[in-house]
């Protein structure tokens, strides 16, 4: 190869390991053994910690957690045998839309079809589960692979991707090319950009929002994504509209804020349904508006007016035909909305806001006992009820699914805007 006078002659693994570094990475979970070269470069080049996790889907679980708790992709990796696995770890990244990056061993073109050793191809099983899935072959590929794995992960909607190194442990990462370890630090965290709406869209939803007599807005996961959430609590109050949440959304407002009316669609809270379902007008805010939280599509009813802010084109009217649609950055939308509203227009829904007051005080008084409760054995409401008085107020509150989602979604409050809440998503 010709020397290009800029690049010096370096292994894949010293590259691979300066590049996780320069992106913040501080912890990559895996099974090995996998990419060995790389790991020895990261004890002498890197802080990086290596967590050695009981199998392949607890190092993709825990890096999904790395992921949703930091903003920053998390990086885990298997060997070829155990890349399935990997792969079925990813399925709740998927759905959480959280960036995980993922990284395994794969065939050598040279032997394939031959039997090699662990011969297997596991790419298309990752196919389901990433915005992402290449093989990296050529070790002067590492690099540029690199980038668009954390430019893919964490842009636009964020998600998982997979790589795969040839070599059934990576073995390319052990072979020769001229390269630099260049990074671009603006996609090492969630959001890398934040797309600008057009004027005239902002203002049209704005119109809608403020002539409507009884509207409510759905925040989902795509706030918390943004840290849109302080705008997000600044326009309900402004306005006086009521705030119910998508599950994934949940801690995008305090439940104990006088505007919220809780988790709606199916594992949820009745006064957030009854609320979405008396709305004349409903702002979707960073949500699919997906089966769970509209309850299959019947809270609210298909037809209803209804507004939509998402940074994914595809996203809008997706479910739901709209009357005006915003594409942009959920905090960049709402902090332009901010910027234009009429506050003299909150006026017209006292009455509405009253509503919701008694919405609250109806579910207050049906509920209180279950969550004041002293049965024996506990009754899940109290633990729920507990959970809410006594969580530290930066406490990361992380929820499985089925009955554990269902009885948090519709029970527990978070209290602060410092208070995260993490749930499976599948």
């Known amino acids: 190869m010709a020397n290009l006078g800029h690049n010096l002659k370096r292994t894949g693994a010293e590259v691979l390991a300066e590049m996780l570094a320069g992106y913040g990475v501080t912890h990559v979970f895996m099974v090995p053994a996998v990419l060995r070269r790389t790991f020895a470069e990261m004890e002498r ?12 889907k607890s190092a993709a679980y825990m890096a999904d957690g790395y992921a949703r708790a930091s903003g920053k ?12 696995n990997l792969a079925a770890g990813l399925r709740d990244a998927w759905l959480a839309h959280s960036p995980v990056i993922a990284m395994t061993g794969g065939r050598d073109p040279k032997t394939k079809f031959r039997k090699v050793y662990q011969e ?10 990433t915005k992402m899935n290449v093989t990296v072959d050529d070790v002067a590929r590492i690099p540029d692979m690199i980038r668009q794995a954390f430019r893919t992960a964490v842009s636009a909607t964020p998600g998982p991707v997979h790589l795969q190194f040839r070599g059934n442990e990576g073995q390319v990462d052990a072979e020769e090319a001229e390269m630099e370890a260049l990074v671009e630090s603006q996609f090492a965290r969630v959001p890398p950009f934040r797309p ?30 943004s840290g849109a959430g302080r705008e997000l609590v600044a326009l309900a109050e402004a306005l006086q509209i009521p705030v119910a949440t998508s599950l994934n959304g949940k801690d995008s407002i305090p439940g104990t804020h006088p505007l919220s009316v809780g988790v709606v669609g199916s594992y949820s809270r009745e006064t957030a349904n009854r609320a979405v379902a008396g709305a ?32 994914e084109p595809e996203a809008l009217g997706r479910n739901y035909p709209l009357k005006a649609g915003v594409l942009g950055d959920a905090k960049t939308v709402l902090t332009k909305m901010l910027g234009q509203i009429d506050k003299q227009s909150a006026a017209r829904r006292a009455k509405w806001v009253e509503q919701m007051k008694a919405l609250r005080s109806d579910w207050n008084g049906k509920y209180d006992s279950d969550l004041k409760s002293d049965a024996v054995p506990i009754h899940p409401a109290r633990i729920c009820g507990d959970l809410t008085q006594h969580m530290p ?34």
Not at 45 to 56: C, D, F, K, M, P
């Open 120 to 129: 297997i191809d596991d790419v298309p099983s990752f196919e389901p589960v």
């Open 393 to 426: 107020d930066d406490a990361i509150v992380v929820v499985d699914t089925g009955h554990a989602g269902m009885w948090m979604g519709g029970l527990y409050d978070l209290r602060t805007p410092q208070q995260s809440y993490l749930r499976s998503a599948g």
């Open 280 to 311: 004349d007008l409903v702002c979707f805010i960073g949500t699919e508006t997906g089966g769970m939280t509209t309850h299959f599509w019947a809270v609210p009813k298909i037809g209803v007016d209804a507004i939509q802010i998402d940074i």
């Open 196 to 225: 600008e709406p057009e004027s005239a869209h902002v203002k049209a939803a704005l119109d809608l929002l403020q002539k409507a007599d009884k509207p409510v807005i759905v925040a989902g996961g795509g706030v918390r994504a």
């Open 45 to 56: 080049r890197t802080s990086i910690a290596r967590i050695h996790t009981h199998g392949e």
């Open 73 to 84: 992709p998390g990086v885990c990796m298997a060997q070829v045998i155990g890349a399935l």
